[in-house]
């Protein structure tokens, strides 16, 4: 035992080299499971290097542990692999990485949901900035050297480095503390806490394996046993850790393990805003008229479904989307700005940052106003790249679709609807409780009348 205690090689060791590997099979399909299996795309920007970080800093964290603390043999072991496995792997590029991606998380919800604007610090430079504090340490331990054969420093280093691990996870409930009045509707303050105690937890962990393995380092078992524990419990923490709540708030409604967890495909229907996602039941089916202007028609759901598959179409539907969304931005009431700050984030991350996924086109002044914002929940905010969009819509797809075959399929499908009520409502009546009229088989002057110009709709006929 005495042997396999300072080589590594216990069967108590493979155990545990299981478990971190399981754990980390785990992280991975956690990670990577909601975009294979419903078939969304990899976002960009910051809501996915965070996350890809957060899961890099979790392997490096792991690893770190198994090569430091002898649970593998090795016939050479240099000088050298405790301070890059025990000092750089675990600190800055382990444990400080990944509590420096969760403050950079929280840093980025203080802003946008209390402060109601965006960051005025990009996240690719905050987070070097919050982890400079670990890359000086890592740096001045590797410069004096204190480490011993088996890695282990003594009391008088363990205490501030133990103190720096403590001081972030104190700004981690420093900054909980300030955005836990928002009303989050995705479990981000919930994560939040439960990473503040997974991180506290860890500490723990550490002290109390620190504390086994050099007071009594005399015990082979013992150490056995608090290198065990530590990489179990450091395994099993790091799962508990990761979130994709406060990122990528929809690809958390796609987790597998929600018992109770309902389709979301876009982010309207994950904040319940009503016709997200689907036609009104209630629509005219008069005939579309192309001399209308293009914002009045596009008011109409299925109009606007039939517009966005022929844009698609022509791989410029980027426009379409972009009013579509930003029409269930504006149907967010006044006083509930947490939901039209997500969605304005949603909109801004999709269509209006640079590099985004379906990023519109228009001019860089309307963008910066955008990004430049002193409140997401504007009633105005979209107003000024609305209007942009219309008239490139205008110029650009309007005339080509009235000779479509989308706008053929339109027409016909709203013919068959109407003869289809006709057929429901044989007497020419809609009893409906909303406003009607008569149809035009009742009208005494519609021989008068060319059925294309007749005044005469049905305007409680149905689109369904």
Not at 179 to 206: M, P, T
Not at 274 to 294: A, F, H, M
Not at 450 to 462: A, K, T, V
Request: charged letters at 20%.
């Amino acid at each position: 035992m005495a042997a396999c205690a300072s080589k590594g090689g216990c069967p108590s060791d493979y155990v545990a080299l299981s478990t971190a590997l399981v754990s980390m099979i785990l992280l991975l399909l956690k990670a990577t499971l909601p975009y294979m299996i419903h078939k969304i795309p990899w976002p960009k920007g910051s809501s996915f290097w965070l996350v890809a970080v957060q899961v890099i800093a979790s392997l490096n964290l792991v690893l770190s542990i198994v090569m430091a603390l002898n649970f593998l043999k090795f016939r050479n072991r240099h000088w050298w692999s405790c301070y890059l496995w025990a000092v750089w792997i675990e600190g800055p590029l382990g444990f400080g990485l990944l509590l420096s991606c969760r403050i950079t998380q929280i840093f980025q919800l203080y802003y946008i949901f209390v402060k109601r604007r965006l960051p005025p610090i990009r996240s690719y430079i905050f987070l070097p900035l919050i982890l400079l504090p670990w890359i000086a340490g890592a740096t001045f331990i590797h410069i004096r050297k204190p480490l011993n054969y088996r890695c282990h420093m003594g009391t008088v280093w363990i205490i501030p480095v133990m103190g720096l691990h403590a001081v972030y996870v104190v700004a981690l409930i420093a900054f909980t503390g300030a955005v836990h009045h928002v009303e989050f509707r995705f479990h981000e303050l919930k994560d939040l806490w439960r990473g503040i105690l997974v991180s506290a937890a860890s500490i723990g962990i550490w002290v109390a394996a620190y504390v086994m393995n050099e007071v009594r380092e005399d015990i082979p078992w013992l150490e056995i046993a608090s290198r065990f524990l530590l990489l179990v419990m450091t395994s099993a923490l790091v799962l508990a850790f990761f979130s994709f709540s406060i990122s990528q708030p929809l690809v958390s409604l796609m987790s597998l393990r929600r018992k109770d967890h309902k389709e979301y495909k876009t982010m309207s229907q994950a904040l319940g805003i009503p016709d997200s996602g689907i036609l009104l039941q209630r629509e005219s089916t008069s005939i579309l008229d192309p001399n209308e202007p293009l914002d009045k028609l596009l008011l109409n759901r299925r109009f606007r479904q039939s517009f966005m598959e022929f844009a698609d179409s022509c791989l410029a539907g980027e426009s379409v989307h972009f009013y579509d969304e930003v029409q269930h931005f504006d149907k967010i009431p006044i006083q509930d700005s947490v939901r039209r700050i997500y969605m304005a984030r949603h909109i801004i991350e999709k269509y209006i940052a640079a590099g985004a996924p379906i990023e519109v086109n228009i001019s860089h002044r309307i963008r910066q106003e955008i990004l430049s914002t002193n409140d997401l929940s504007h009633t105005d905010l979209f107003k000024n790249a609305l209007g942009e969009l219309l008239q490139l819509m205008k110029l650009n797809l309007a005339k080509d679709y009235w000779s479509s075959m989308y706008f053929m399929k339109l027409k016909e499908d709203i013919r068959m609807r109407t003869v289809d009520q006709e057929i429901e409502h044989p007497s020419g009546w809609n009893f409906s409780k909303r406003l009607s009229c008569v149809h035009c088989s009742d009208d005494p002057f519609q021989h008068e009348h060319s059925p294309r110009n007749s005044g005469c709709q049905n305007h409680d006929s149905e689109l369904r």
